[in-house]
């Protein structure tokens, strides 16, 4: 994770107490123990160890809100990804194209994205982030059967093939909906970046490799922060959907040559149109249901 997130609360800490302590002033209970998120079980653990002395609180009591907790992100992610996956369809079905936002979670702030994923979408071109692809075994098998089976990778969420050194988990998600995007036709990227990130820094080569190799259209935010140029993010961003109406045109045009016989996304043949290791597949429109995206 980031180190600045990850030392936020310990930052905040010290400039309350650096003289004299604000929070005994006001009677206030600072707490800033670290929750392992990513063991579910260690958690339960931890968040009792952490709130018992304050709250009444039973270790069952405990336990069962942490496993409602985790139940209620789960029911989120998965709707998000069935929300994508209908969006998706559509525009695999009309030649249509989206946008995948590859960035940080502090980029659902509308003060850190400058409101440009809104004008964006203001345009007609729906946003998804990265959390939101959809994964189920056959989407997946259908945009990296190839490479699994040429040995590229071993797993269709492997990214050593691109990015060797996969220490931060946000990270290896925008390795990893980078190569999803670049497989798949409907997709186009915009990736945001602010605070002069260090953890952004390392891969905004790697990034663009991964979608130059494709031709997928690859739009930058980079440092936006630095000032608030809302003239020129307004400009940016009507350059980027006559872009894509350019790109959307080549994709209907794609369509109607693959059409010939060669085979299309949607008809159930599943050729791609952006190079090797595209993948391929067995649904089509008629058959596909809410768990398939027809890609």
Known sequence: ACPTVQSASNICKAAFTKETNEFNKKNITYIDDTINFLEPNLVVKQLYTTFSPHFSLGKEENELAVKAAFAAMQSYFDELKMNSRKILYSLVKNNKVGLLMLGRP????????HG???LIQQQGYPILSMES????EQELEMLFGEDIKSGRI?????????YANAYSSNTNLKMWAAKYAARHPNLA????????????????NVVEGILEATKTPFFTFHDIDENKPSGSINIRVETIAYALRKYERELVAKSRERNKGQGTWNDGKGQGTRGEGKGTGEISIETATKEQIVI
């Open 106 to 113: 502090y980029h659902n702030d509308p003060g850190l994205n």
């Open 116 to 118: 440009i994923l809104d």
């Open 133 to 136: 692809l959809p994964d189920n």
């Open 154 to 162: 071993s797993h269709p969420k492997d990214i050593s093939d691109v």
């Open 189 to 204: 990227v915009i990736d945001l970046s602010n605070f002069k990130c260090g953890m952004d820094a390392p891969i905004y």
